[in-house]
């Protein structure tokens, strides 16, 4: 599957016909110089070439081959790996390339290709690289691609420097698609969840002619008994459940799916208990959106100048909004 293009590089999933480059890559003792665990033998090679391949599955990104358009050579590889890091989650942007192709910029090509596409697509808030003190190549491409040094860790027995980049936030116009898809997650949670659980779009994704950040926005709601049984089957479909977005009655969840059209989409599930007050302050808000064009295209405007003003400070993009989305609130409040 093709992930995206450069100049000179196509980058896309490894495939089986790759094994071979693959393996010369993760036995190179050059390329791997910086990796803990050093060249790879045989039986390394296999079992980190199917778990590659099976990130993709499960999670949508991964390692990426990186392509030269010019041989349709397989020259390196970049991407997205998942690690726990003094107890949390992190996502690492890292790369290897083949040493004939060091010293020509393509290694700044891939990653700064790669985390646009992670941030746009898998709506991440910071990457960061785990690099050691010696590696200097590393250290100034992570310089170059706006990356900071934040701490050093200790990582699988290892003490590394940690180095942050930050998202930065755009705007994604209204698509066709959002309802289909949304449609198609619906019929699919439906299917597992307890009897009597109601499903919504909600979101700027559930409102015509309003951009955002493309996000899929599943509002669900089930009798209280059924929580833990609704909790599981949601998590049962690739759902992470996150704590830092959950509040009050509200849990939060988060998915990175695949749609019958083939890319990958980013999906924000809301889950609340009947009875929730919230569940209609999330309804009456979609609804407010759609039938007042004029307030409607303000807070489109309104989100378009905040991501551009604000394109690496989250809290800053939420309070421009807040106003706007206070008053509507107050709004729907006296009309009920």
Not at 39 to 66: C, I, S
Not at 105 to 114: N, V, Y
Not at 205 to 233: Q, S, Y
Request: net charge positive; glycine share 6%.
């Amino acid at each position: 599957m093709l992930i995206a293009e450069t100049a000179r590089l196509t980058i896309r999933w490894f495939r089986e016909d790759d094994r071979a480059a693959f393996k010369s890559l993760v036995q190179d003792p050059e390329v791997m110089r910086f990796s803990l665990k050093g060249p790879a033998n045989d039986a390394d090679v296999d079992v980190l070439f199917a778990k590659l391949r099976q990130d993709y599955q499960e999670h949508g990104f991964g390692l990426f081959a990186l392509e030269e358009k010019s041989s349709k050579a397989v020259i390196g590889f970049a991407g997205i790996k998942q690690w726990e890091i003094d107890g949390e989650i992190h996502k690492e942007l890292g790369y290897r390339l083949l040493p004939k192709y060091w010293g020509k910029g393509l290694a700044f090509e891939a990653t700064r290709c790669i985390s646009d596409w992670a941030f746009k697509t898998l709506d991440l808030n910071c990457l960061i690289a785990l690099i050691e003190p010696e590696n200097l190549r590393s250290i100034k491409l992570a310089k170059r691609l706006g990356m900071k040094r934040v701490k050093s860790s200790l990582f699988l027995g290892v003490y590394t420097d940690i180095y942050l980049l930050t998202k930065k936030y755009a705007y994604k116009d209204y698509s066709r698609h959002f309802p289909n898809l949304f449609t198609q997650e619906k019929d699919r949670l439906l299917a597992v969840l307890p009897h009597k659980t109601l499903v919504e779009h909600v979101g700027s994704t559930a409102v015509p002619d309003l951009g955002g950040k493309g996000i899929i926005d599943l509002a669900v709601c089930c009798p209280i008994d059924d929580l833990k049984n609704a909790e599981k089957a949601i998590e049962d479909l690739g759902y992470a459940f996150n704590l830092s977005g959950s509040s009050g009655e509200r849990r939060f969840f988060k998915a990175y799916l695949k749609d019958l059209r083939g890319p990958y989409n980013l999906y924000h599930l809301h889950l609340l208990p009947e009875g929730c007050p919230e569940w209609d302050e999330l309804i009456d808000f979609r609804n407010y959106l759609r039938d007042h064009p004029a307030e409607r295209a303000l807070y489109a405007s309104i989100k378009k100048q905040a991501a551009l003003r604000y394109p690496e400070e989250g809290e800053k993009y939420r309070e421009a909004k807040k106003p706007l989305i206070d008053r509507i609130k107050k709004e729907i409040r006296l009309g009920h």
